[in-house]
């Protein structure tokens, strides 16, 4: 049977499991586009505020649904091992990271008028839609680290065996629902797992009112 009906499902599921740091105040971040369906519903029930944060997988030249690495707002993951298994060249790679940081630039500047975020001394919950190689993750998170969050957590309704271990090193906290086999496909996990569009982020955001 299909843990999720859709996104919204699975955000109100793993609402239940965030409950408990109602009384540190966090701040929902959300990785676009997938992830925001997530985190709204993360934000809606339990009164959270919601913001997103862009990071950008960088897929393998025989599968771009696979990722070899990432690249959030201000920091460029590469799994090297990776990398060197599929014999990708540097100009390649390169070819490929450039790409993303162009479309990071042009989410950032759509999502968030091209604002940083403030979460000085926060406790924030990064939410994504699921984790298969877990690429956009651990971007995500480095990333955020550098504007000095008082604690990052960690939440997705499913994670591979892979992604947990690597965020494991790097977040305070993990929250999942779901293990699923390594580098297994996210989608499978949903009756809907429809694309989602810049319109439906921004009517998402602009739903809750800031907070």
């Given amino acids: 049977m299909t843990p999720f009906i859709d996104r919204f499902d699975a955000g109100r599921k793993l609402s239940h499991k965030l409950k408990r740091f109602t009384n540190l105040h966090p ?13 709204y519903e993360v934000a809606r029930t339990l009164g959270f505020p919601l913001r997103v ?22 920091y460029t993951y590469i799994d090297q091992e990776t990398v060197q298994k599929f014999d990708i060249s540097h100009d390649e790679l390169s070819l490929f990271v450039q790409k993303e940081k162009e479309e990071v ?46 604690k990052i957590i960690f939440a997705s309704p499913m994670m591979s065996p892979h992604a947990i271990s690597q965020l494991k090193a790097i977040a305070d ?39």
Wanted: positive net charge.
């Fill in 27 to 39: 701040i929902v971040v959300a990785i676009p586009r997938g992830g925001v369906e997530i985190g």
């Fill in 53 to 74: 944060f862009v990071s950008r997988k960088i897929g393998a030249p025989h599968n771009r649904e696979f990722g070899v690495g990432a690249v959030a707002e201000s």
């Fill in 105 to 150: 630039r042009r989410r950032v500047k759509l999502y968030r008028g091209g604002k940083e975020l403030d979460i000085v001394k926060r406790t924030i919950i990064i939410v994504d839609d699921g984790l298969a190689t877990g690429v956009t993750a651990i971007a995500a998170v480095l990333s955020l680290k550098k504007l000095r969050p008082a």
């Fill in 173 to 211: 906290e993990i929250i999942f629902l779901v293990d699923i086999p390594a580098f297994g496909s996210v989608s499978s996990y949903y009756q809907n797992f429809n694309q989602v569009s810049d319109k439906t982020v921004l009517k998402l955001l602009s739903s809750l009112s800031p907070n």
